[in-house]
């Protein structure tokens, strides 16, 4: 097997139950449904990837992942994450980026569209989530910030992903995505890992090598920001305007983790 975004030699990693999700060690264990799904790490970047889905078609997704269950095992999805995203995103640009008095900003894996009416007053908002009735049309333009939260670990091909925002994001504008990269014993608990979960769509987990090597790939700087969150700009056209103390300022005084619900 070849890593997904370096090519370098993967080998298996470990094995789980589909039914394994995020919420597990709060105690939500599903019936197991006997399909394995194997994951595979690179030796080279640390990309940790299953092939499981990459077959799958929308509506196997629509089926198998994000349907009425979802929330289920991911009890932040609906209301709490875009919430606090959206308070987020406000304290970004009035404290850390100033992109003018109503930037045009792209909410890439939407949901509800609940982070758009949130921020209506502060910037021009566009939502777009394939899996949303309402936000399914891909965007068009570019913005001068794309903002991709618990997205990227869903995808099964990275380096088109990561493209097609590169593409969406305007020059001088930045991206600010999350994502959790492996804790440092993941040697030792490999799969016990509560964001390694199939059911909840976290087929692509990076590691800080893995997504500073697929951003150069589409031209794009990678910067790192805590173990959850990232940076990204046009390699060529930075954003100017970026105070970074002030954003780092910010996402430390972010909580950590998704399991637990307030």
């Known amino acids: 097997m070849n890593c997904k975004i370096c090519r370098a030699p993967a080998t298996p990693f470990d094995a789980v139950d589909f ?10 264990v599903l019936p197991r449904t006997g399909r394995t799904v194997t994951y595979y790490r690179c030796g080279a970047c640390g990309f940790i990837f299953t092939t ?22 991911d009890p932040l999805y609906r209301s709490i994450r875009p919430e606090s995203n ?32 949130r921020l209506d007053d502060r910037a021009a908002v566009r939502g777009y989530d394939p899996f949303s009735a309402g936000h399914a049309a891909p965007p068009a333009g570019c913005f001068a910030l794309v903002f991709c939260a618990e997205v990227v670990e869903h995808v099964t091909d990275p380096l088109a992903t990561f493209a097609e925002m590169r593409e969406l994001l305007a020059p001088g504008g930045v991206m600010l995505f999350s994502t959790m990269v492996p804790p440092a014993d993941i040697e030792e608990v490999r799969a016990s890992w ?39 700009e046009h390699r060529d056209a930075p954003c100017a305007s970026l ?20």
Request: one cysteine or more.
């Open 243 to 262: 105070d970074r103390t002030a954003l780092g300022a910010i996402i430390d005084r972010l909580p950590t983790g998704f399991i637990v619900v307030p």
């Open 86 to 117: 959206a308070r987020l995103l406000r304290e970004v640009l009035d404290g850390a980026c100033d992109l003018g008095a109503r930037p045009r900003v792209l909410d890439y894996g939407a949901g509800s569209g609940l982070v758009a009416r």
């Open 52 to 73: 499981f889905c990459d077959a799958f078609t929308h509506e196997d997704f629509a089926r198998e992942i994000y349907n009425d269950d979802y929330a289920r095992v």
């Open 19 to 28: 039914a394994k999700n995020c919420c597990e060690p709060a105690g939500l």
């Open 194 to 232: 509560w964001y390694l979960s199939p059911r909840n769509g976290h087929v692509s987990i990076y590691t800080h090598r893995a997504l500073e090597f697929a951003c150069a790939r589409a031209d794009l700087r990678y910067t790192a920001l805590s173990a959850e969150w990232h940076l990204t």
